[in-house]
Structure formats: C-alpha cells, structure tokens
C-alpha cells in the first residue's frame, strides 16, 4: 500500500449556524475574526441537493478558517444526543497567556460566559459558546520543549491500553 499524500494543515472546519448576521457580529466583532468570504447558492455542490444557503469563512492568522452555514430557516444547531457537551469544541490559539486572560475579559464584556483559565499542563485555556451553541476553546501552549516528543514516544502504548481498558469495562457492562 502506498504512502498517503501529507496533510498540509486545517482549512476550514464548517458549522451550521441559525443566523449568519448574528454569527457573524460574534465571530468577526466580538473574536476579531475577519469574515473574508460569504458564498450563496441554492443548489449544493457536491450532492446536487436543492437547498439555498449561505457558507461564511472567517480567517485565523495561520490562514486556516472556521466557516458555517446558514441554512435560512433560523434553526439552531442541535446537540449530539449521545455527547457530553464538552466533548465537541473547536481550539484556536493564541500568542500567550496574557492573551487569553484578554480574551476571556473581552467576551465577559460582551456578556459571553466563560469558564476558566484551565491549566492542561502543556496548554492554558478558556471556553465558552458561540451563538450556535458550539462549545470554543482560546489556547496557548504552555508545554515544556519535550513535552510533545515524549507524548508522541507514548502515545501508542497509551492508546492501546485505553483500548484494552474499554473493552474490560464493557464486557463487566455485559
């Protein structure tokens, strides 16, 4: 089997948004994410589907965005029934600790709850939720200069024995 071509990085990552003017005074004047492109259609492109729509793309300094689409019925996006709410979330990173303090103290203006600064050990975070319900994180790496190699050594192993360990505790499940 041959080798997969390498993934350069992230373009965009899409969300379903209820309004795209409500998403895009939170993503553009709150985050400070410029809205760089808004596509409208009424036919999907790569199902044929009819459906109008409106797909935005915000950029991150890296070049990467996070992009949604409105769907023009003002629905908002539901949560997955079967996932805590805190599992799915998307990380931006900043520059440094200072950074996300300022962050978290500029959302808070803007009457945005947040939680944290949560210390991960090798990153410092906030999160919160967009108008969409979509849970956001704003990071910055705080790690030692090993710390990514010697995860990446165990990460395998690790990996394997979560593995192992899941398939014990549904087996007691029965």
Known sequence: MSTPPPIKGLYHYAYPCRDAEETRHFYEDILGLPLVNCMTADRVPSTGEEKPYAHMFFAMRDGSYIAFFDLGENQMPEPSPNTPGWVQHFAMETGSVDDVL????????????????????????????????????????TESPTYLADAARSARGDLDKWTADKAARLARRG
């Open 102 to 141: 300022s962050m978290r103290d500029r959302l808070k203006a803007h009457g945005v709850e947040v939680l944290g600064l949560v210390d991960h050990e090798f990153v410092k975070s906030i999160y919160f939720f967009d108008p969409n319900g979509l849970r956001l994180e704003v990071t910055t790496r």
